[in-house]
């Protein structure tokens, strides 16, 4: 089995910041690109930002320079530090990887549960 767990959402004013991480636990052989969605209420889930395992990223053009994934390998988790938040950055945030099970031998994909991101006054 492998989980993945996200933690850091909160509520937060404009312009203030956050950091999410997102652990991924179980049998893990290896981990290539992980991803963090996020999901505004009426609005379909759209991608955020990726990472690939030797750490090249893209992010969408309207947290570009505002967001920054990264990956610690070691400890199968990824992060999305989030800056100069604006209320439209309100949304469930998921982390998405793509994974290699030690059982399986094959990618899969991954979800975790989502943690809430509100940015207001």
């Known amino acids: 089995q492998v989980q993945l767990v996200e933690s850091g959402g909160g509520l937060v004013q404009p312009g203030g910041s956050l950091r999410l991480s997102c652990a991924t636990s179980?049998?893990?052989?290896?981990?290539?690109?992980m991803y963090w969605y996020r999901q505004a209420p009426g609005k379909q889930r759209e991608l955020v930002a990726g990472?690939?395992?030797?750490?090249?990223?893209n992010y969408a053009n309207s947290v570009k320079g505002r967001f920054t994934i990264s990956r610690d390998n070691a400890k199968n988790t990824v992060y999305l530090q989030m800056n100069s938040l604006r209320p439209e950055d309100t949304a469930v945030y998921y982390c998405?990887?793509?994974?290699?099970?030690?059982?399986?031998?094959?990618?899969?994909?991954?979800w975790g549960q989502g943690t809430q991101v509100t940015v207001s006054s």
């Open positions: 990472i690939t395992s030797g750490g090249s990223t």
């Open positions: 179980g049998s893990i052989l290896s981990i290539n690109a």
């Open positions: 998405n990887a793509h994974i290699i099970q030690m059982s399986t031998m094959t990618i899969n994909d991954y």
